[in-house]
């Protein structure tokens, strides 16, 4: 029965109805609202979809041009399956905006990546039909064929359908291969949905993605084989006929040289493809057969990233990555903003010049590093604007190597290059080189390696939330041993450390946030750094009340913070010594020694968890000495910190220079209070 959209034509007796377009989609309170509608309404619910992102993310900014390639898709799957008793897995969730729409999110799609709304990726927390929480590539399929032998063996009611989708630039990831691979073995009833728009963020890179697209490129390839296979056997004078009789053999090779699907079809799936992403009908038949088959099947569909948006449709791959994701008043009346429209234009005042990024620095300074040194060279995992390789790229294409969605296969063709006297430099985000932690245990660090990790977004990244904080470096890597960590307190020092970082022998890491420097001039020469040296910024005055001396020590972008804490702590009649670490290991145990022996308290300050963080070093550090200072460690709580402005979660979490201050005189208050009382 078809659902009939809600009107606006049922004003009050007497009263004018006011006409607005009405559209189906605002019938859609859930997925099974999309049941009862005909094909062409199921088309028109997507094209509405595409519209609503378009003219909502373009006001508030998010994650763009692969939702726009998604519209059909969710419809199409949202109105086959029975979510959530049939799971539908979307793989990083980044194309996952028109299945929110879909499933009860349709009027707070506004508040996405915003504090306190809803989540930029998918979450289990947020609603019933997140099957489950993704912020990272090429985790679908190995979920789902958890999710489906789960079924299989529980068995009974449990029972459903199973379907992942996943990107195509996504599917360079290993975890893919892996998951494929059980699947196969097992036999696994599920569907994988391979989304090829020859995207991630950046263009794809790498053989599989060569493959996918020659595959796109050519839908005639089909019809090429079956050509070749009748034309084999029509040959004259008994060739043919010999032809003919090989039979399975024959086919077989011709297989091998036409088939797209060949690779998936030797690992046990059955292929369906290249299937026309944006057309609701064909999806639909598409996924009904494939679900049918009752084994794996992966369907091959072919989507362009930023569909209905013109300027990256017709873009080329320079238009689909610059609308990978919109920025805030990005696009009025679907169009994108002219300079004039927007609220940043320039006014009648002076525009302040802001502080270069500190990723720009990064890779400006890398840019100089390889012109000064033969050797060096930078590796990306498929995010070569976002880690700033991209300046690199351009400037030096030979020196340039990008590996795909596969942290892991970075940190391995880094460490045999490093074997073979190259300095290669891995920029990864923070969030991301988790990843990778077994190659930089057993890869590098045990076998000393001099790889450069170049960690950006460290800390708290904001929008894009838990799965993209940079919460846990620090601690992760601390506990290796021959690893040296590093973090810079403004962009001068970052130039200064990539330097020390170069002319190091062995596995070095280097911290360093998103977003603008402190403005600080850069250096004409970079200066190496003695390893596990600190720095001491701000000396504490002389003959303040006994019991009142206190420490401040930054650990990269916490050095802000203490420097901006003292001054809320001036005129307090406190002593306070602020310094820059500088490094997490090794500790600089001479200055921390000293800085016991003179001051009441310590306040270690970083931007990462506390459970084994640059804080617990400082306190291992002294413990080890003999030395039993108090110590207050100021970091990132022991949970998942939520999406927004990074200032509002600074202001959550307690990490600003005021909520610093505070935490230090409510310490030397207890501090006096015992000491009147004993």
């Not at 992102?53 to 109105?79: K, P, R």
């Not at 969030?431 to 800390?459: E, P, S, W």
């Not at 970052?494 to 600080?520: C, K, N, Q, S, W």
């Not at 190496?528 to 401040?552: C, N, Q």
Request: charged fraction near 20%; glycine fraction near 12%; hydrophobic fraction near 40%.
């Amino acid at each position: 029965m078809n659902r009939k959209p809600k009107s606006n034509d049922d004003a009050g007796e007497g009263q004018p109805a006011a006409r607005q377009p009405v559209r189906l989609l605002d019938s859609i309170d859930g997925p099974q609202d999309l049941h009862g509608l005909s094909e062409q309404e199921l088309a028109t619910v997507a094209q509405e979809v595409r519209k609503h992102i378009i003219d909502t993310v373009g006001e508030i900014g998010g994650h763009f041009g692969a939702n726009l390639g998604t519209c059909e898709l969710a419809v199409a799957l949202h109105s086959v399956l029975e979510s959530p008793k049939d799971k539908i897995l979307w793989d990083v969730g980044h194309q996952a905006y028109p299945h929110k729409i879909l499933t009860g999110r349709r009027d707070s799609l506004a508040t996405i990546r915003q504090y306190g709304g809803i989540a930029p990726f998918c979450s289990r927390e947020e609603s019933e039909h997140d099957i489950m929480g993704a912020g990272h590539a090429s985790t679908s399929i190995g979920y789902a064929v958890g999710l489906k032998e789960g079924m299989r063996h529980l068995g009974g009611e449990a029972d459903g359908k199973v379907v992942a989708v996943i990107g195509d630039g996504a599917m360079t990831g290993g975890v893919a291969f892996e998951a494929i691979g059980q699947a196969g073995g097992l036999g696994t009833p599920m569907v994988v949905v391979l989304n090829d728009n020859g995207m991630s963020i950046a263009p794809n890179v790498g053989a599989l993605s060569r493959y996918f697209n020659r595959v796109r490129l050519n839908p005639k390839l089909w019809h090429a084989r079956a050509e070749v296979e009748g034309g084999l056997t029509r040959l004259p004078g008994g060739i043919g006929s010999a032809f003919e009789r090989l039979g399975p053999q024959l086919k077989e090779s011709i297989k091998a040289f036409w088939a797209p699907g060949l690779w998936w079809e030797e690992l046990d799936w059955a292929y369906m493809g290249v299937v026309d992403g944006h057309d609701v009908r064909t999806l639909r038949e598409a996924l009904r057969e494939a679900l049918a088959a009752e084994r794996p099947v992966v369907v091959h569909i072919a989507t362009v990233k930023g569909k209905g948006f013109a300027p990256a449709e017709d873009g080329g791959l320079e238009g689909m990555e610059e609308w990978h994701a919109a920025k805030p008043k990005s696009i009025v009346n679907g169009l994108p903003a002219s300079a004039a429209s927007r609220e940043d234009r320039v006014t009648t005042k002076p525009a302040k010049v802001p502080a270069p990024q500190y990723t720009q620095v990064f890779g400006e300074a890398l840019v100089r590093e390889c012109e000064r040194d033969a050797r060096v060279v930078g590796i990306t995992a498929a995010m070569n604007s976002g880690t700033g390789l991209s300046i690199l790229q351009k400037a030096m294409p030979e020196r340039y190597f990008d590996v795909g969605i596969a942290e892991q296969q970075a940190i391995l063709f880094a460490s045999g290059l490093a074997l073979e006297g190259v300095k290669p430099v891995a920029a990864i985000y923070s969030t991301f080189l988790q990843r990778a932690y077994d190659q930089i245990v057993h890869d590098v660090c045990l076998q000393k390696l001099n790889v450069v990790f170049a960690m950006d977004r460290a800390g708290l990244v904001g929008d894009d939330g838990p799965t993209h904080h940079g919460a846990f470096d620090i601690a992760y890597l601390r506990c290796l041993p021959n690893i040296v960590l590093m973090a810079p307190r403004d962009e001068a020092m970052l130039v200064h450390m990539l330097r020390t970082a170069l002319v190091f022998d062995g596995p070095i890491a280097m911290r360093y946030p998103r977003g603008e420097g402190m403005g600080v001039p850069l250096p004409s020469e970079p200066r190496p750094i003695a390893i596990g040296t600190g720095e001491i910024l701000r000396e504490g005055g002389a003959g303040e009340t006994a019991g009142r001396r206190v420490a401040l020590i930054g650990y990269g972008s916490g050095v802000g913070k203490a420097l901006a804490a003292a001054q809320e702590l001036a005129g307090r009649d406190i002593s306070v010594t602020v310094v820059d670490a500088r490094f997490a290991k090794p500790i600089d145990a001479g200055l921390m020694a000293q800085l016991a022996a003179e001051h009441d308290l310590l306040v270690t300050v970083e931007e990462g968890v506390l459970a084994g963080g640059f804080g617990s070093a400082v306190w291992e550090t002294l413990n080890e000495t003999g030395a039993t200072p108090r110590i207050l460690r100021v970091g990132l709580p022991d949970r998942y910190v939520t999406h927004g402005k990074p200032a509002l979660l600074y202001e959550e979490v307690g990490f600003t220079p005021e909520r610093i201050a505070e935490r230090v005189l409510a310490a030397i208050s207890d501090r006096a209070s015992a000491i009147v009382e004993a």
